[in-house]
């Protein structure tokens, strides 16, 4: 029963819709007759075996077909390296040696960011190993931040195997007062002797920065000064630990 507030409209309109919802849902049913058709088995069989069928050269070898070299997605990186306000005169007055090995060698674009104290470098489209090549930089800025001289930083972008160890004297041995001062120019030495004789010994670097210690070589050669300069911060006399490098170096020509 239609509702009370339903238009009326005539039986011979109702007829009509009626007819013309019957004729689409006829042609509906066609279609999916249609689209339901069995298919051509053999066709089917044949366009697989087609695809299946390996190229082969005269001497049965198989063939494919050559790679297809797509361009990698370009991705810019960027790091910053901080310096303390004590390295930022020495930076300044190393800069034209500092960045020709980053942008000649690494081909990375760095800048000194005055404002923010910091070395800025970020990787370019020549740049062909980007992440490797970005922490080379980095390790190298670092290094000179620590103290190291240019020179010395610079071979941490030539050679893969160098090292940098840092540890405090505290990490020794707990010293109060004047005992850390004794104890520093032990290391250190009567014009920096020690420290010379330490670091031709080891063929190490060494860069005393207040009761902090930052050795750079290889991992041998870092192990050979860090146990002579514990040896200096636990109290042994210098001449001993002269002996001991002695016998260290020794060994080392011999092996080479």
């Known amino acids: 029963m239609p509702a009370p507030t339903a238009l009326l409209r005539a039986p011979e309109q109702l007829a009509d819709e009626t007819a013309k919802t019957r004729d689409i849902a006829a042609q509906v049913d066609d279609i999916t007759l249609h689209d339901t ?13 087609d695809q299946d069928a390996m190229l082969v050269d005269a001497e049965d070898r198989p063939v494919f077909a050559p790679e297809v070299t797509r361009k990698s997605a370009f991705r810019i990186e960027q790091r910053s390296v901080a310096v303390p306000p004590h390295r930022m005169s020495p930076l300044k007055a190393s800069w034209p040696k500092m960045y020709p090995p980053l942008v000649e060698h690494l081909k990375l674009q760095v800048r000194m960011n005055l404002k923010k104290k910091a070395v800025e470098l970020r990787t370019s489209k020549l740049t062909k190993e980007g992440g490797s090549a970005l ?6 800025v670092q290094a000179f931040c620590l ?5 010395d930083a610079i071979a941490l972008l030539r050679l893969d195997d160098l090292y940098i160890e840092t540890f405090e004297i505290k990490d020794v041995r ?17 014009d920096g002797k020690t420290r010379f004789a330490i670091e031709n010994a ?5 860069v005393l920065a207040d009761q902090k210690i930052h050795i750079l070589g290889g991992f041998k050669n870092i192990g050979i000064a860090r146990e002579a300069v514990v040896s200096l911060i636990l109290g042994s006399p210098p001449s001993k630990v002269y002996g001991n490098l002695r016998t260290v170096a020794s060994r080392m020509k011999e092996r080479w």
């Open 37 to 49: 058709a069995p298919h051509n088995d053999s066709a089917v069989a044949q366009t697989n075996g």
């Open 147 to 151: 103290g190291f001289d240019v020179d």
């Open 202 to 206: 080891s063929k190490t670097r060494i």
């Open 174 to 190: 707990r010293l109060q007062h004047e005992h850390v001062s004794r104890a520093i120019g032990r290391i250190a030495g009567k």
């Open 135 to 140: 922490q080379q930089g980095q390790d190298f």
